[in-house]
């Protein structure tokens, strides 16, 4: 079974607009982080913004925000104002907490990303 | 500084070459990362050390060969490679591998074997 789904292979948005990219995981582990990484076509992977299993707020970063829904296991990117330089691959990430020494310790597993592309 | 950095940034080598890839990062991060990406996929974990210790190798072939040579640096020594494994090679690091800390990745060696 795949631990992170991202269901939209490619979205498209109008410039100024906003834009949520989906994201739902799996996981049995109550210690986990979430990443969302945008990555253009020069192919650098690029932070976007974090969310703890146990943080209360929802992440935000400037432009970016995390819809984080616990009890749905969904992990939504929220872009507002969107930019035509916003257009690139978008992937969805978790970390599960494990145990230290584990096989899955430190392992970041990816979503399949979805393809944002913004309209002028 | 949160940067990685890699080199070369394209790299074309038969089958039969011996070459390597080389990271770094200078943000003290005790964790550093190999993945492998084909185009329009996710990146796949190869290798993760943490604290110059090798933790994780995801079965990966022996033909790659990973080194850590202190904190800063991460090299991956390729021998005698197959036609797919052509993909773009990224390097990542983090605070450690046991924190939720992100990890920042460098812009990638993209790999062609002929």
């Known amino acids: 079974a795949q631990k992170i789904t991202q269901t939209q292979p490619g979205m498209f948005v109008q410039e100024k607009e906003a834009v949520t990219l989906d994201c739902t995981y799996d996981t049995s582990d109550p210690s986990y982080g979430l990443f969302w990484y945008k990555q253009p076509s020069s192919g650098e992977m690029i932070f976007l913004i974090y969310?703890?299993?146990?943080?209360?707020q929802n992440a935000t970063e400037g432009r970016y925000s995390l819809n984080f829904q616990k009890a749905r296991k969904s992990a939504n990117l929220v872009i507002s104002a969107s930019q035509l330089g916003d257009s690139a691959m978008y992937f969805c990430?978790?970390?599960?907490?494990?145990?230290?020494?584990?096989?899955?310790?430190?392992?970041?597993?990816f979503g399949q990303g979805t393809i944002l592309t913004v309209h002028p | 500084d949160t940067e990685v950095t890699q080199t070369p940034k394209h790299l074309v080598m038969g089958m039969t070459n011996k070459k390597s890839l080389k990271c770094e990062q200078h943000?003290?991060?005790?964790?550093m990362y190999w993945y492998k990406q084909k185009a329009k996929k996710p990146p796949e974990l190869m290798f993760v050390?943490?604290?110059?210790?090798?933790?994780i190798n995801e079965s990966v072939p022996s033909r790659f060969s990973p080194e850590c040579p202190n904190s800063s640096l991460l090299n991956l020594h390729l021998h005698a490679l197959q036609p797919e494994d052509s993909a773009l090679y990224l390097c990542a690091s983090s605070q450690d591998s046991q924190g939720s800390g992100e990890q920042y990745f460098g812009p990638g060696t993209r790999l062609t074997v002929t």
């Open positions: 969310q703890g299993s146990y943080d209360q």
């Open positions: 943000m003290g991060h005790r964790a």
């Open positions: 990430a978790m970390r599960e907490g494990g145990n230290a020494g584990g096989t899955s310790y430190g392992k970041l597993t």
């Open positions: 050390y943490s604290y110059e210790k090798l933790s």
